[in-house]
């Protein structure tokens, strides 16, 4: 019960790395599979539809401290928001495709991450969620096959 439980738990962080646990932990392909699974569309899910949520309260927050800063300091050094990799994002989005960054964003940066990322990016299209959902289930099923087989 442990091992499922702890292989779900990491999945919903890091799915990349999940099937090397569930080889290690001793559990045969379909459940290192199936756990990988569940812990990514946990992830996915809550990530997605809770995105609008956490960038609206990172947003008050990032403000409410502004108006503290300038009132404790009268010269507030402003923090860059065009960070190098903040411009890496922008340009792997414009230049890769939409499909791309559905599927490399969760898979490479972290689910959390890369949900919120493809989520403030492509919210407005309607198979956003879908695409993220396919992806997630055929990158799963091709890096478990990988550690399997080698």
Known sequence: MWKYLSLIGL??????????????????FWETLLCSLIGAYLSATVIYFG??????????????????????NDRVKKKKRFTKKNRWIIRAKQRLGR????????????????TMIVSKFYRHHKETYFYIMVFLT?????????????
Do not use: C, H
């Open 11 to 28: 999945s919903t962080w890091k799915f990349l790395f999940a099937p090397l646990a569930g080889m290690a932990g001793g559990l045969n």
């Open 51 to 72: 995105s609008s949520l956490f960038l609206k309260k990172s947003v008050k927050r990032k403000g409410k401290k502004e108006i503290t800063d300038k009132q404790a």
């Open 99 to 114: 499909y791309f960054v559905y599927w490399a964003f969760p898979l490479f940066l972290s689910i959390p991450i890369g």
């Open 138 to 150: 055929v990158s799963g099923f091709v890096i478990t096959s990988l550690v399997f087989l080698f």
